[in-house]
């Protein structure tokens, strides 16, 4: 009885690091997009001064934090509560087409330096702040169900 509890207890805490990790990756994220948006290329702000490279960086960082620890558990089948695995069939899509646009963007812009096009990267960070919004509205439901926060569960429209 004793392993069992224990068993549960270090999934439950393994659990916990996993979203931990991947909360503070999207932290991190969030105020690298922050200064990357507040650039203004016209007043000469420097867009090649690192800033969207670390950016490009953390953001495909984040995005394989969310999918190589809080995904794949789920694909692996090591989550054993049917809510949780039923929430993440259903968001899987969704959160695949907002990654699918931050490695587009990473792809247009992590290794351009100085030659960013202002207007093309004000469009591209317009919508891949939309994306990552709604990426991190589902994120946040998914890690409420796997917290044990049976409210965030039910099925939302999209």
Excluded: W
Aim: charge should be negative; glycine fraction near 10%.
């Amino acid at each position: 009885m004793a392993t069992a509890t224990r068993g549960v207890v270090d999934r439950r805490a393994a659990g916990r690091g996993m979203i931990e990790r991947l909360l503070a990756e999207r932290r991190e994220m969030l105020v690298l997009f922050c200064r990357v948006a507040g650039l203004d290329p016209f007043a000469g702000d420097a867009v090649g001064d690192g800033v969207l490279q670390a950016f490009c960086q953390i953001l495909v960082d984040y995005m394989a934090a969310a999918h190589f620890s809080l995904y794949q558990h789920l694909v692996d089948g090591r989550e054993r509560r049917r809510a949780v695995v039923t929430l993440g069939g259903e968001i899987y899509g969704r959160i695949e087409t907002c990654t699918q646009i931050a490695i587009r963007f990473n792809d247009k812009y992590a290794h351009l330096g100085d030659r960013v096009q202002a207007a093309d990267l004000a469009a591209d960070l317009s919508a891949l702040g939309e994306a990552l919004a709604t990426r991190i509205e589902l994120e946040d439901r998914l890690i409420a169900a796997l917290a044990g926060d049976t409210g965030h569960i039910v099925p939302q429209d999209a």
